[in-house]
């Protein structure tokens, strides 16, 4: 990208893992780690060439609203920093129990250190 080119920070619906098959393929073949208040799955890229997410939030977290801003947290952890990853690749956050009283802030930190542990950011 040009020097002074704005990058679109979207997460549009063909960037979502929606699919089951999605979930478990990751889930059995893909890599794991956990980092503070979420869990990263992540495996091979995409055939499209776009990296994709989805987001898991079991009801131990908490009740629908509890659930819906652990993933609302995680979504946006990741659209700010999508660009920054060094490959295209599936991802699969998961929310542990601990995101229930934590600020975007520490969500980010925690993503952020996930994402350094596992080596898919950019040097």
Not at 52 to 72: D, E, H, P, T, Y
Not at 98 to 110: L, P, Q, Y
Request: hydrophobic content about 45%; overall charge positive.
């Amino acid at each position: 990208m040009p020097a002074g080119a704005s990058t679109r920070l979207t997460l549009g619906a063909s960037q979502r893992l929606k699919q089951a098959r999605d979930f478990f393929r990751l889930k059995a073949g893909g890599r794991r780690l956990a980092r503070g208040c979420l869990l990263l799955n992540w495996g091979e890229p995409p055939p499209q060439g776009r990296s994709r997410l989805g987001v898991v939030a079991s009801k131990g977290i908490g009740n629908a609203v509890v659930r819906a801003r652990a993933k609302r947290l995680l979504r946006e952890a990741f659209r700010l920093h999508q660009h920054e990853l060094r490959a295209p690749s599936d991802v699969v956050l998961v929310a542990r129990n601990s995101i229930a009283n934590k600020a975007f802030a520490d969500v980010d930190r925690d993503f952020l250190s996930a994402l350094r542990a596992a080596g898919l950011l950019k040097p």
